[in-house]
C-alpha cells in the first residue's frame, strides 16, 4: 500500500478508500475480498516505523541486487542529475509571510516566552527556498517565483535507467556537492555524465576541481559539458560534443518527468526525514515500474 502511495500520490485516507474500491489494488496489496484492509491510521504508523527503523534505504539497496540479475544493468556508465521536490507552494504572499513570523519572534523574544510548540512543529528545518530565477515567473504575482521543498539528487544507469544512488538534501544545497554520495561503485562502466543546465552562464554545476579530482582518484572519466566561453561564440567542436553529451544525459530527465509527472511527486509531511521516506520510497516505486516498461517494450518490438 506505500508503494501504491507513491504511484499514485495517494494520502493515508485515499489508499485506504482505493485499495477497498479496486480488485487490482487488493491483489497487489495480497488481500482477499474478504480480509480486512488496513485503515489510514495503520498506514501511517507502518511508514512512521519503517522511516524511524531506516529500513526503507535497505529495502532499496535489497532491489539492486534484483536487478543487476534481471537485466544486467551495471555495465552501462552513470548520469548524475537533481530535481527540485516542492514541499508547499510560494508566492508573493511568501515574504509578507516571513516578515509577519519575524515579528512575532521579536515579541517572543522581548516578552521572554518562546514560540509555542504548534508552531515549532509546523517549521520545515531544511526545507529552503532557492534563488529566484528571473525567468520563472509565479502566476499569482509579477515577481519571481520561489521553490520552496527538497533536492532529489540521484545517479541512473545508463543502459536501462535505473536509479542506483541517491540522496535527499535541501533545496538550497549545490548539485555538485553531491556528486560523490550518488556515484555506484559497482558500475564497472568508466563514464559519468551530468545534467547541467547553467551552461549559458559561463559555468557548470558539477565541473569543480574537488569533483573532478574525486572521478580521478575513482578512476572514471567525467563526461561533462563544457560551458560557453564568456564574451565569445561556442566553438564548433565543442558544441558538437556538447549535442553528443546532451542526447545521453537528457535519459535522467526521464526519470524526473516520470516521478513528477506521472506519479505526481510532492513533500507533504514535515521534517527531513520524512522528507526523505516520500522520496525513498518514489524512487523505490520507479525502480519497480521501469522493469515492467521495460519488458513491455521488448514484447512490442
Not at 508573493?92 to 523574544?109: E, L, N
Not at 574537488?210 to 560557453?228: I, Q, S, T, Y
Amino acid at each position: 500500500m506505500l508503494v501504491l502511495q507513491a504511484l499514485y500520490t495517494l494520502s493515508d485516507e485515499q489508499a485506504e478508500y482505493q485499495v477497498r474500491d479496486r480488485l487490482s489494488f487488493m491483489r497487489l496489496a495480497g488481500l482477499a475480498r474478504h480480509d480486512a484492509v488496513p485503515d489510514a491510521k495503520t498506514i501511517w504508523l507502518c511508514r512512521e516505523q519503517l522511516t524511524r527503523a531506516g529500513a526503507l534505504a535497505r529495502l532499496f539497496a535489497c532491489l539492486d541486487p534484483m536487478l543487476a540479475e534481471r537485466s544486467n544493468l551495471l555495465t552501462g556508465g552513470q548520469i548524475v542529475d537533481a530535481t527540485l521536490v516542492e514541499a508547499r507552494r510560494r508566492c508573493a504572499t511568501a515574504a509578507r509571510q516571513r516578515v509577519g513570523r519575524r515579528r512575532a519572534r521579536d515579541r517572543s523574544t522581548a516578552t521572554g516566552a518562546g514560540p509555542s510548540s504548534a508552531a515549532a512543529r509546523r517549521r520545515r528545518p531544511r526545507a529552503r527556498s532557492t534563488r529566484p530565477r528571473p525567468r520563472s515567473r509565479c502566476r499569482c504575482s509579477a515577481g519571481p517565483k520561489v521553490t520552496g521543498g527538497h533536492k532529489n539528487h540521484l545517479g541512473i544507469d545508463r543502459a536501462h535507467g535505473f536509479i542506483s544512488r541517491f540522496t535527499v538534501t535541501h533545496a538550497a544545497r549545490h548539485h555538485g556537492s553531491q556528486l560523490g554520495a550518488v556515484l555506484d561503485p559497482n558500475n564497472t562502466a568508466s563514464g559519468v555524465r551530468v545534467g547541467d543546465r547553467r551552461l549559458a552562464e559561463g559555468h557548470t554545476a558539477y565541473r569543480t576541481k574537488p569533483n573532478l579530482d574525486a572521478l580521478e582518484r575513482r578512476g572514471l572519466v567525467p563526461e561533462f559539458r563544457r560551458a560557453k566561453p564568456r564574451g565569445r561564440s561556442m566553438p564548433a567542436h565543442i558544441a558538437r560534443g556538447n549535442a553528443t553529451r546532451a542526447r545521453v544525459r537528457s535519459l535522467v530527465k526521464h526519470v524526473f518527468a516520470a516521478e513528477k509527472r506521472r506519479m505526481g511527486l510532492v513533500v507533504r509531511s514535515i521534517g527531513p526525514v520524512r522528507a526523505t521516506a516520500r522520496i525513498t520510497l518514489a524512487n523505490l516505486a520507479y525502480n519497480m515500474r521501469r522493469p515492467v516498461w521495460i519488458e513491455g517494450r521488448g514484447a512490442l518490438a
